[in-house]
C-alpha cells in the first residue's frame, strides 16, 4: 500500500490549483505537476492525491523504526508545502474528497494529509 502526503483532490481542482481549463488535456496538466517536483496519482472514483509518495523502505527485508518512519514523513510534508508555494498553489479554499465518502468538505489552508490506498 503505498502511502502520500499530499492532498485528496479532483482532477479540476488540480487544474485550478494550475491555472488551466478543466478541459486541459492530462500530458499538459501532467507536465506542470512535475514541472513542480508533484505528483498526481489517481486512486479511485475521480479522487487523485497530489503530492509526493513516502518510501519508508521495505518492511518485509528489514524493520524500519517508528522515529525513522515519522521523520521521513515529516521530511515529505516539508517538501510538499515548500513545493505547493513554489508552484503558487493557492491552497486557501478548496475541496477534498475523503476516500469511501460521498461528500466532498470544503477546507481552507490546510496542512497536507497523510494518505494510504
Known amino acids: 500500500m503505498p502511502l502520500f502526503v499530499g492532498y485528496p483532490i479532483s482532477y479540476e481542482t488540480a487544474c485550478e490549483f494550475f491555472g ?63 513545493r505547493c508555494k513554489e508552484a503558487c498553489i493557492d491552497l486557501s479554499d478548496f475541496m477534498i474528497e475523503p476516500i469511501g465518502h460521498e461528500a466532498w468538505q470544503r477546507v481552507s489552508n490546510p496542512e497536507p494529509y497523510l494518505i494510504s490506498f
Open 20 to 82: 488551466l481549463p478543466t478541459s486541459t488535456e492530462d500530458t499538459k496538466l501532467l507536465s506542470q505537476i512535475q514541472d513542480a517536483g508533484l505528483v498526481l496519482e489517481y486512486v479511485d472514483k475521480g479522487q487523485y492525491i497530489l503530492g509526493l509518495e513516502v518510501n519508508i523502505g521495505n518492511l518485509f527485508d528489514e524493520f524500519v523504526s517508528v522515529d525513522t518512519g515519522i521523520i521521513k514523513i515529516l521530511e515529505r510534508k516539508k517538501d510538499v508545502i515548500d
